[in-house]
């Protein structure tokens, strides 16, 4: 199943949010699927932080706590992006049935 986009906490028990990412990053190359925006979730605000997320495969980073409006506009950044792939997709395949 696709996602629009994944939030990620980053300091999950188990596996954390970083090695989550790695391995869907990987699985998305063997399956050889589109990748799904992750956007990391922390209470981490310290210098180097969202370097650490972007590095295994995080997309964007929002703080905790955040407000809604943070919240939203992360959202509609990655979402609308996808909405854009999403038209070209459509317009791709009625291109394609029209030439057929």
Known sequence: EDYGVVLMDCQMPELDGFDATRRIREWELEALKRPTPIVALTANALSGDREACLAAGMDDYISKPFTA???YSVLSLWLAGDA???DAETDEGQASAAAG
């Open 69 to 71: 409006e943070e919240l």
């Open 84 to 86: 854009a792939n999403d």
